[in-house]
């Protein structure tokens, strides 16, 4: 999945470099100490949106697909009880680490990054 849209562009992290960029831009915006990386990352695929203007990432999240049957293995699981979702036989994508530059005050970028979403779960 990637397209452009106005002032940005949406991909999918391809290479380790752009999962630790996220992963920085993540600590930023949780106001921690370095970067934001946890065991889930492995599994999951990060959607990365860049400035077309200067490549700078500007918004990120990661998904975690699953099923009923595996939410006892998604990140949410470690703080909530899911087990009412267990018997659910449909996909799942678990949405997490949802962030914008604290720089960036552009409307536009949450747009784009719930475009993302949708082409993700529509699967194209």
Known sequence: MSFVKGSYEVSVAKSDDDLSESQILCGLCFNLEGSDADGFDKSCSHILIRSTQDNRLVGYFRMLAGTGA????????????????????GSMIELGQFCIHPSEQVPDIIRIAWAALTACVDGK
């Open 70 to 89: 595996s939410i006892d293995s998604s990140y949410s699981a470690q703080f909530y009880d899911l087990s009412a979702l267990a018997g659910f036989s």
